[in-house]
């Protein structure tokens, strides 16, 4: 399900992804975050920068430090995971229409990558991850997560969405015991979407040597 609101927080300077964290850790020790959040919000001028009313700016921010929390909650838990899947958002291929040369498969269901573009975020982190021993998938919507890990037997997954879509597929891993990561989406809309590919780059890496037992 998408914000009733859209965002475009692909410009914002560094200091807010890390002030994001230490809100998030806050919050993981269970400390109250809700006035830090407007005042953040205030200090990095984040409604002039992004448009927002504040009721939406709020929504957006404590949906970003929940996930930031949860994050950290899952770490250690996603790092003694053996099998793994990327989940990533269909909104973020450089093409919307016939140009995007992946081919849809209803019985995954997921989009499989043609790598038809180079500079394409998601055939970037297709490869990156495939590279790391995920299996990678890209999805419509938030609703194809069940089928998908029913049968698959994962024990660690890495989404990638915007926060109400990470919301949504994280009661799914809930509700299945499966470890999860998130990457949420710095730029909403549902097409022409952006996530920060470093942030993803890091969770993959991260993660890698326990998964591969120490040896890289
Ligand atoms: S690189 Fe992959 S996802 Fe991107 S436009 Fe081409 S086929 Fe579509
Ligand atoms: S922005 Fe992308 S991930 Fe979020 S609801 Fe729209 S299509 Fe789904």
Known sequence: ????????????PRFFFTELTRMGYEKR??????????????????????????????????????????????????KKTGRRALLLPHCARKYMDNRCKAKFEPDIPS????????????????SLAEGEGYDVYILPGSSC?????????????????????????????ESMRIAGQA?????????????NMQTLQRILKKNRELKRGGVD
């Not at 997560?145 to 891993?173: D, H, M, Q, S, T």
């Open 183 to 195: 990457v949420p989406l710095l730029r909403n809309g549902c097409s022409n979407t952006f996530f």
């Open 29 to 78: 020790m269970h400390r109250k975050v809700s006035a830090a959040i407007q005042d953040f919000i205030r200090k990095c001028k984040i409604q002039e920068a992004t448009g927002l009313n504040l009721a939406d700016a709020i929504q957006l921010l404590e949906d970003l430090v929940d996930l930031e929390a949860r994050n950290l909650l899952e770490r250690e838990k996603f």
């Open 1 to 12: 399900m998408p914000y009733k609101f859209t965002f475009d927080l692909s410009k914002i």
């Open 145 to 173: 997560v069940p089928k998908i890990l029913k049968f698959r037997n994962y024990e660690g997954v890495i989404g990638v969405a915007c926060g109400e879509e990470l919301k949504l597929a994280g009661k799914v891993l």
């Open 111 to 126: 989009y499989i990558c043609a790598h038809c573009s180079e500079d394409c975020l998601i055939n970037k982190a297709v």
